[in-house]
């Protein structure tokens, strides 16, 4: 690590030095007015120290995506696309030590000779890699793999939903990447085995899962003998479409998928069985308790990990008392609903009608959930056509809606998006978990595909990366509370845009936001006040009108990540104050699209940078420093 570590700091004072010698010169004449060669010298310093921070930023993004070769496929960049990216121990010491002389370098950038722009990108990658640094002292806490997320559903979801086959040399390198799972399932198993020696497993009930989504990958043919009934994996089928639509002669495309076909057998089915023992393995020493209190320091982790996704220094105690006053507050507003609709009962009882009633909810059919879909798009295009009354910087990637594949269906979540890369080549996409229809509303349809669509996370996540002005790396930050802030901040939006006008659609508005505060209280409860899974469950049932199959899903969720469904409520209150400090501070000049676009305009950033710039736009509005 050592070793390691000082060779990133000489890169890093080889790069000063390189700034330095490229620092222009000026001839000064000796009658030269004092005043003008001081003018010179700070412009000249600034410039110099500019240069030298943007090489850092040019030069250690470049090195990022030699690192990450399948981040960089993400982003479009395919020198290295049949790889994925390291899960090895040695490669994740290293990466500490990268970030730790990185952060010594900039640590001795002069901030008072860079412009503001470069101050805050400044500010931004070293808040990163503090960040970064924080969380890695808990690195083996960590969950390599859950139900909801990791390499053995990545695999199959990325090739067939990022993987791109647009000539032979992708279709070679998507080969590559099923025969190089076998390496990088070796490195995986290596952490859980990290993991099982320290005792830092999952919870019991979470293996089952798992191991399903993992059988499934490896199900149906080439992996099985052909027979009547026999379908084609999900990777194979992928392959074997993308492949179909290449204009190339029959015989290079037979032998194309013969290598596929070769490779599947011979590299990916083992690596899945091997995956798939150790998981075995260490489900059979699997805690009974959910939260991560169960872990030695495990109250200093959470704390961290609340810090990590809401960018405050709230406390446990604090998140959860908000999340009770916000719970109570919303409930109030859905008994104005109730009176609306003229619905007679206390809420418990409205709650049981909204589950219970079918005419709010699809057909648990595939004709039910093509029509979900459609509903979907129509409602995302209607909002299409008024994002430019309340936004000036709008998307250019387009935006697919689509539902998540029956592979990992039954063990992901309700709904997610899937962020474009800034060359328009991959639309955004927004997956709805059709799996069980009972748990996706009529009522909630319009707050969930602005949630995840526009104007929620495609708009800023498409906006982010297709800023050009700022530092690759700015377009990529992840900030929870800020993007998941944004996407309730969103669905409230709608509202004043003039979506939500069925009264129960309304109703799907506050239930969904009632769910964020509802997050605040089960996620602190399991894992600072020691709450079951079965506890945490019956808060969700009592106190929101979700489907019973809806709370399982979403305390497994928060039980697998936690602090994570603490940042979305904490970053939409965040967003409306500093909504409503701008509006009282400018009156008549407030311009809803200004404050839009300057939320948006400097990528993903932590809530008090975020409260900084809209103070800062608030000063150039009234023409005062800041």
Request: proline share 9%; glycine share 4%.
């Given at each position: 690590m050592t070793t390691s570590r000082c060779a990133q700091v000489a890169l890093y004072i080889a790069l000063t030095a390189l700034a330095a010698c490229s620092k222009p010169t000026q001839d000064v004449a000796p009658e030269a007015n004092a005043s003008v060669e001081a003018g010179v010298t700070e412009q000249t310093q600034q410039s110099s120290e500019q240069a030298r921070l943007q090489r850092f930023f040019e030069q250690s993004y470049a090195e990022d995506m030699q690192r990450y070769p399948f981040t960089a496929s993400y982003r479009g960049i395919k020198d290295q696309h049949d790889q994925w990216n390291s899960y090895a121990e040695a490669f994740q010491d290293e990466t500490r030590a990268i970030n730790e002389a990185r952060l010594e370098f900039l640590n001795a950038i002069d901030a008072d000779q860079l412009d503001a722009d470069s101050q805050l990108s400044l500010s931004l990658y070293r808040r990163d890699l503090e960040r970064r640094i924080m969380l890695d002292d808990f690195r083996d806490q960590d969950y390599v793999i859950h139900q909801f997320w990791g390499p053995h559903t990545t695999v199959p979801s990325s090739l067939i939903n990022?993987?791109?086959?647009?000539?032979?040399?992708?279709?070679?390198?998507y080969i590559g990447r099923i025969r190089n799972v076998s390496v990088f399932f070796d490195e995986v198993i290596e952490q859980l085995n990290i993991r099982t020696e320290a005792g830092l497993t999952l919870v019991d009930w979470m293996y089952p899962q798992i191991l399903d989504a993992a059988k499934n990958v490896i199900t149906g043919a080439p992996f099985e003998a052909a027979g009547e009934d026999t379908e084609d994996s999900a990777i194979w089928a992928d392959f074997q479409e993308k492949v179909a639509s290449l204009d190339i002669e029959p015989a290079q495309?037979?032998?194309?998928?013969?290598?596929?076909?070769?490779?599947?057998?011979?590299?990916?089915?083992?690596?899945?069985?091997?995956?798939?023992?150790?998981?075995?393995a260490q489900s059979d020493i699997a805690a009974s308790d959910d939260g991560i209190w169960r872990f030695e320091n495990g109250d200093v982790y959470y704390q961290t990990l609340l810090n990590w996704f809401t960018t405050t220094e709230l406390t446990a105690d604090e998140i959860h008392a908000l999340g009770l006053a916000n719970v109570a507050r919303l409930q109030e507003e859905m008994r104005g609903v109730m009176a609306e609709v003229g619905f007679e009962g206390d809420l418990q009882a409205f709650f049981a009608e909204m589950r219970e009633n079918q005419d709010l909810r699809y057909p648990n059919t595939d004709e039910g959930r093509e029509q979900y879909l459609a509903d979907?798009?129509?409602?995302?295009?209607?909002?299409?056509?008024?994002?430019?009354?309340?936004?000036?910087?709008?998307?250019?990637?387009?935006?697919?809606?689509?539902?998540?594949?029956?592979?990992?269906?039954?063990?992901?979540?309700?709904?997610?998006?899937?962020?474009?890369?800034?060359?328009?080549?991959?639309?955004?996409?927004?997956?709805a978990n059709l799996y069980d229809m009972s748990a996706m509303p009529r009522t909630d349809l319009e707050a969930l595909a602005f949630h995840e669509g526009v104007p929620g996370h495609h708009l800023q996540l498409s906006i982010s990366a297709e800023l050009d002005e700022v530092p690759d790396f700015q377009r990529y930050l992840r900030f929870t509370a800020f993007s998941e802030g944004w996407g309730l901040y969103s669905e409230y939006l709608a509202k004043e845009m003039g979506f939500y006008q069925d009264p129960y659609s309304e109703f799907g508005r506050l239930a969904m936001e009632l769910w964020r505060a509802a997050r605040l209280v089960v996620d602190t409860g399991l894992h600072s006040k020691r709450w079951t899974r079965e506890e945490a469950i019956d808060y969700l049932l009592q106190n929101t009108p979700n489907a019973e199959w809806d709370c399982v899903k979403a305390i497994e969720r928060y039980i697998a990540m936690p602090g994570q469904a603490t940042a979305y409520m904490i970053g939409k209150i965040r967003i409306l104050e500093l909504r409503d400090r701008a509006q009282q501070q400018l009156g008549d000049a407030f311009d809803i699209r200004e404050f839009h676009d300057t939320v948006l305009a400097s990528g993903p950033v932590p809530l008090d940078v975020l409260a900084a710039n809209v103070e800062r736009m608030i000063a150039n509005k009234q023409g005062t420093a800041i």
């Open positions: 990022i993987h791109q086959v647009t000539d032979v040399a992708d279709a070679e390198a495309r037979t032998q194309l998928l013969d290598a596929a076909k070769k490779a599947l057998i011979e590299q990916l089915q083992p690596a899945y069985q091997r995956l798939i023992a150790a998981i075995e979907a798009r129509a409602a995302i295009d209607a909002m299409s056509a008024k994002l430019p009354d309340y936004f000036g910087l709008l998307p250019k990637a387009p935006l697919k809606v689509k539902r998540v594949e029956p592979f990992r269906e039954r063990s992901a979540g309700k709904a997610f998006y899937q962020s474009p890369p800034p060359d328009g080549s991959r639309p955004g996409i927004y997956y």
